[in-house]
């Protein structure tokens, strides 16, 4: 299972992070545009970043319910309490303009939607050529929902990068582990690696 160090950082500093630059598209042969995710943690919290390049933004402005998050480029983080995913794990998707589609599952794709973290807290930022969503999610209730076991989590991270096409809005998905299935599905546990919270 691939690795990634959280750091410790009394102040909560991302550039003492570690910089997770391993991303690509899992069902298409070709190179992802630039993506970045790097967190920190201290006695309270995970704060975490990602950056990524996009020159074709797609923001879903329907006004229908999770739209604004599921019809909109956005990252996504999964936390698992289960290697297997035959136990609860919960996603938050997040687009840069501050909506979320939070939930819990289990495998395979038996969701939850009226559930949602209480402690989860980020904002967004359009930039020239791409974006970056920032946030926080207290430690205390990864514990409490199991995710969080001594200094090791199961954690996927990923983004969906819409575009423009002649015939609507293309779907490509990214992911920081290519799970090796067919068809595109994050919601499997080969997807999903290993946080390890380190002093």
């Known amino acids: 299972m691939k690795t990634y ?46 950056e990524v390049a996009d020159d074709d933004l797609v923001l879903d402005e329907s006004g229908e319910p999770h739209a604004a998050a599921l019809g909109s480029d956005r ?22 303009r501050g909506s979320v589609y939070d939930y819990k599952a ?16 980020f904002a967004g930022e359009l930039l020239e050529g791409g974006y970056l969503v920032e946030g926080t999610i207290p430690l205390e209730e990864l514990r409490a929902l199991g995710c969080l076991k001594g200094n090791e989590m199961i954690t996927g991270v990923y983004r969906a990068e819409f575009s423009h096409g ?32 380190l002093d």
């Open 106 to 121: 289990i495998y395979h794709r038996q969701f939850d939607d009226t559930w949602a973290f209480a402690g989860l807290t």
């Open 75 to 96: 990252v996504e983080l999964f936390f698992a309490t289960s290697a297997d995913l035959s136990t609860p794990y919960y996603g938050a998707e997040m687009e840069p």
């Open 166 to 197: 002649p015939d609507g809005v293309v779907q490509d998905w990214i992911s920081w582990i290519d799970p090796q299935v067919e068809k595109p599905d994050f919601h499997v546990p080969s997807s999903f690696g290993k946080f390890l919270f």
């Open 5 to 50: 160090s959280v750091h410790y950082s009394a102040a909560l500093d991302l550039e003492t992070a570690g910089v997770l630059e391993d991303f690509s598209f899992p069902w298409l042969d070709r190179t992802c545009p630039w993506t970045s995710f790097r967190a920190v943690w201290n006695r309270e919290l995970m704060r975490f970043r990602f």
